[in-house]
């Protein structure tokens, strides 16, 4: 099954600017690359995705290289309320929908 | 739109019993999937279904069983729970649409069901 590596942690302060990476191993050729966001008990919940290039919407962007062996998260101007976990999806083509360990965003004030 | 629900919220069993976890949606998904979350930890897939009458196996299936009779439901069943079935388990459903570059599969997740198996 797919396998995507994350760092475990990251720290940041209020008003930086934060970039995730995601190492997509096996990723389908036809998928699209996601990312979620989840707070403590809650179930995870949909931030952006992509497929290929740059993909912005009103929370995030999403870098994309042409190899797509990787993808980049960045939250633009992190909050105390940005501090989560954050997760790559990935997908072998089988659809067996997988996610890494996933990375422990703490902002800072 | 309910989305995806999850029942019990939580659930204490003693080792060697069985239950049967709930899930459904009612936003006409075809593919749904069951998570396990261990305290600290991220998901790891159980099982999954592309459809209804059709499951298969995640990344640790052993000790569950699933089936997928209409397009709204998919419980997950523990067959003789075991102290190392605690965790926090999510249900997901998702579309799936195929654009011109590939195709998308943005999960939505129900709430969780924390099982303490003593």
């Known amino acids: 099954l797919a396998k995507t590596t994350q760092p475990i942690s990251m720290d940041s302060y209020e008003g930086q600017e934060v970039n995730i990476t995601c190492s997509h191993n096996n990723i389908a050729t036809n998928d699209y690359i996601t990312w979620y966001q989840q707070f403590p008990s809650q179930g995870p919940r949909f931030i952006i995705q992509g497929y290929k290039t740059k993909v912005t919407n009103e929370v995030a962007s999403l870098f994309i290289p042409a190899d797509r062996k990787s993808s980049t998260l960045s939250l633009p101007r992190v909050s105390l309320s940005d501090t989560a976990v954050y997760y790559c999806?990935?997908?072998?083509?089988?659809?067996?929908?997988?996610f890494g360990s996933g990375t422990r965003l703490q902002v800072q004030p | 739109n309910a989305g995806v629900t999850q029942t019990p919220k939580f659930q204490v069993l003693k080792t060697g019993q069985s239950m049967t976890l709930q899930c459904a949606q009612d936003?006409?998904?075809?593919?749904m999937s069951w998570y396990r979350q261990d305290p600290g930890m991220g998901l790891r897939l159980i099982h999954y279904?592309?459809?209804?009458?059709?499951?298969d196996q995640g990344e640790v299936p052993n000790g569950y069983n699933v089936s997928r009779s209409t397009t709204e439901d998919f419980p997950l069943r523990l067959l003789s729970a075991a102290p190392s079935q605690t965790s926090v388990y999510f249900c997901a459903s998702s579309y799936a649409w195929t654009g011109s570059s590939g195709s998308s599969y943005e999960q939505y997740f129900g709430p969780g069901t924390r099982l303490t198996v003593t």
């Open positions: 999806q990935g997908d072998t083509g089988r659809r067996a929908l997988t």
């Open positions: 279904s592309v459809g209804a009458g059709i499951t």
């Open positions: 936003m006409n998904h075809e593919y």
